[in-house]
């Protein structure tokens, strides 16, 4: 194994009281792309700060090389960040902003002027040095913010959601700069992302947060693979997440039927959550297979169709190169290498049901079918079909959210 | 669409042309003829001999302008830091004094600085020797700081609080100490908002002639005085005024157009105001 550059020890953050990171542990090693990856609010940021010194955390401690950093300041830490604004210095030009950090080192002006270049070349805007910053585009503050961190010769490059403002194809083009430089360089790259694909592109190593903790670390293919709990396989990808009982190693019922898989080690009878990915079903006959069901929506998605089947009034996403229309009944297949068994966490009945693809939306929607039912309830008698109508939508839907509801109360 | 602004810009223009543009041609013209009315450059010349009035002005207005800058910059800076709501307090507090009126602060001055005011009174109480104060030239510049200081406080104020908090924590994060980030990154970043400061400052600094007349006494002409002795005072003689205006007119442009030589190339029309 290589040496642990950075580790983080029982960090505590607390900002005005909400705690952002609670009993955080991180090791990072040397020359490692790791990435930090979770939703909106879910520590990664304030772990990234945690490291670049901005944030002096309540509890726990910062280490570097094996040496306790944690009153370091910013300026003393041999880390540099990548803003999520880039925060490049409006009052200087392309130049003076790369040869910032090694000015203040008291570098000579011929090797500034050696690095700065060379720097420029390798983020590949050579002979823009004496442009203003507010000359450039998005992407090419972007790369003048990376040769600026890069020119500080850090041991550590932190990276703050650098690609959040870019367009796709412009930041597809950047992931890829940035694992060259990083493999080119050799130097740790800490990156945050609530991009899940990118972060499975990019990344040596994997860290999926959410609510300040670890939920899981891991190579991009473990993560994807073998997440460990609901909320990982949720986030990562499209999944169907079912409840399901581990009957005895290999071999695990859910959906009414009992059906073979590759996992053991859960124990005789066990609840657990089973992950089936939507690319993974195959689309059969119905009367060729154990479940079926009627598709009620179908999605064309240029590679393949996003088909929305409705199983016992769970909802299955289903990706397939074959198209169907909604109202068809269609079988659904699985090989034991399909289904991915996890053991039941907090995250349990929150996710794997495609009613809605977000708990927003389909708490919003339940909220608005609920107030038109009332509205409806209250408008006169004209409008009786239309009545009727809503009411039958909002039952239908009703019913998906009594179903989720229904396997939250099972855990 | 073109026609349309053109319309909606017309009462401005034509005010403009008469509160404007026609009083600075008509102080143009004053300034070049004589009583009766012909071309004459008599006026232009005799300015020359009141030099000593505007080195004195420009001297006084720029001694009031170093000491507001120097007093307005800390504490901009240290309102700018604030959490906003007690940012707006003291924003509002910094204004307050202009909320009265310009004649009674001034006024108030007077009886504070005089030889038998307010202050000498309190210092004979406590056995100290009495201080001069009234009619000398630091009472003026005083009188100009306390008018004027709230326009350079403002400016830079509204500069700072923009300055990006990730500007600064990327001059940290690439080795800048405290001092240095101030120094590198607040300070450039602040020129803009300084530039303003001054102007304000400055200008009606050097072209005051109340606070000279109530603390200056008869030792502290200023131009504003001069001129002020050419309309409604006993030497009148509107054609000087004119020149005396004109001149320094022309000498503030200069002064501005020489301050913004620094902004320049920086960040081009970053909020610097132009006269």
């Known amino acids: ?411 | 669409m073109k026609s349309n602004s053109k319309l909606l810009s017309a009462p401005y223009t034509v005010w403009m042309t008469i509160f404007i543009v026609l009083p600075m041609l008509l102080v143009g013209y004053f300034a070049f003829t004589d009583k009766s009315g012909h071309f004459t450059m008599e006026n232009m010349l005799s300015v020359g001999q009141y030099s000593n009035v505007f080195l004195r002005s420009i001297w006084l207005g720029a001694v009031a302008t170093a000491v507001s800058l120097a007093l307005g910059y800390p504490l901009a800076y240290i309102i700018a830091k604030m959490n906003v709501k007690r940012q707006n307090v003291m924003v509002m507090l910094v204004m307050l004094p202009m909320w009265m009126n310009f004649l009674l602060r001034t006024y108030a001055w007077m009886t504070l600085l005089e030889d038998n005011g307010l202050i000498n009174s309190a210092l004979a109480a406590i056995g100290l020797p009495r201080v001069h104060m009234i009619n000398t030239a630091g009472a003026v510049v005083l009188g100009m700081v306390y008018n004027y200081i709230p326009y350079m406080i403002l400016p830079l104020y509204s500069v700072l609080t923009k300055i990006d908090t990730s500007v600064i924590e990327a001059a940290q994060d690439l080795g800048a100490n405290s001092r240095k980030v101030f120094l590198k990154v607040v300070i450039p970043m602040s020129m803009p908002g300084v530039i303003s400061g001054v102007t304000m400052v400055f200008v009606p600094a050097v072209s005051t002639f109340i606070i000279s007349k109530m603390l200056g006494g008869g030792g502290n002409l200023l131009i504003g005085d001069l001129i002020d002795m050419q309309f409604l005072g006993s030497a009148y003689n509107p054609n000087l005024g004119s020149a005396v205006s004109l001149v320094l007119m022309v000498i503030i442009l200069i002064c501005m157009g020489i301050m913004n030589q620094f902004d320049d190339g920086e960040e081009a029309g970053g909020g610097g105001i132009l006269l």
């Open chain 1, 1 to 411: 194994m290589k040496n642990t550059i950075i580790s983080l020890k029982d960090i505590t953050v607390s900002y005005d009281g909400e705690q952002v990171l609670a009993g955080f542990n991180l090791d990072i090693h040397d020359g490692e792309f790791v990435t930090l990856l979770g939703p909106s609010g879910c520590g990664k940021t304030t772990a990234l700060r945690t490291i670049a010194g901005f944030i002096r955390p309540d509890k726990g401690d910062v280490f570097f090389y094996e040496k306790n950093i944690t009153d370091l300041p910013p300026h003393k830490r041999e880390v540099n960040t990548i803003f999520q604004k880039y925060a490049l210095f409006p009052h200087l030009n392309v130049y003076e902003n790369i040869a910032f950090g090694m000015r203040l080192k008291g570098r000579g002006e011929k090797e500034i002027k050696q690095t700065v270049h060379e720097m420029l070349a390798k983020v590949n805007l050579t002979g823009y040095a004496h442009r203003g910053i507010s000359q450039l585009s998005g992407g090419q503050q972007q790369r003048v913010a990376i040769a600026r961190a890069l020119a500080n010769e850090p041991k550590v490059l932190l990276l703050d959601e650098p690609l959040g403002a870019l367009d796709l194809k412009l930041r597809k083009d950047m992931q890829v700069e940035l694992k060259k430089l990083q493999q080119q360089t050799g130097i740790t790259f800490v990156f945050v992302t609530h991009d899940q694909e990118e972060a499975l592109s990019m990344s040596d190593t994997v860290v999926v947060m959410d609510g300040g903790v670890i939920q899981q670390i891991g190579t991009p293919t473990d993560i994807y693979n073998e997440p460990e709990n609901a909320f990982v396989a949720d986030f990562i990808g499209e999944s169907n997440i079912l409840d399901g009982l581990m009957l005895e190693d290999y071999s695990v019922k859910f959906a009414g039927h009992i059906f073979r898989c590759l996992d053991s080690g859960f124990g005789r009878n066990a609840a657990v959550d089973v992950v089936i990915r939507p690319e993974d079903i195959k689309v059969v006959e119905p009367e060729s297979t154990l479940i079926t069901g009627e598709v009620t929506a179908v999605t064309f998605k240029g590679v393949h169709y996003e088909i929305i089947v409705d199983v016992a009034g769970f909802k299955w996403m289903i990706q397939s190169t074959e198209c169907r229309q909604p109202g068809d009944r269609i079988g659904l297949s699985l090989t034991p290498n399909d289904i991915h068994v996890m053991h039941k966490s907090e995250y349990s009945g929150k996710f794997g049901d495609y009613s809605t693809f977000s708990d927003e939306m389909g708490e919003d929607i339940m909220a608005s079918d609920e107030a038109a039912t009332q509205e409806a309830d209250d408008s006169d008698e004209a409008n009786a079909p239309r009545e009727t109508e809503e009411e039958r939508k909002a039952g239908a839907s009703g019913k998906a959210g009594a179903e989720r509801e229904g396997r939250a109360d099972e855990v």
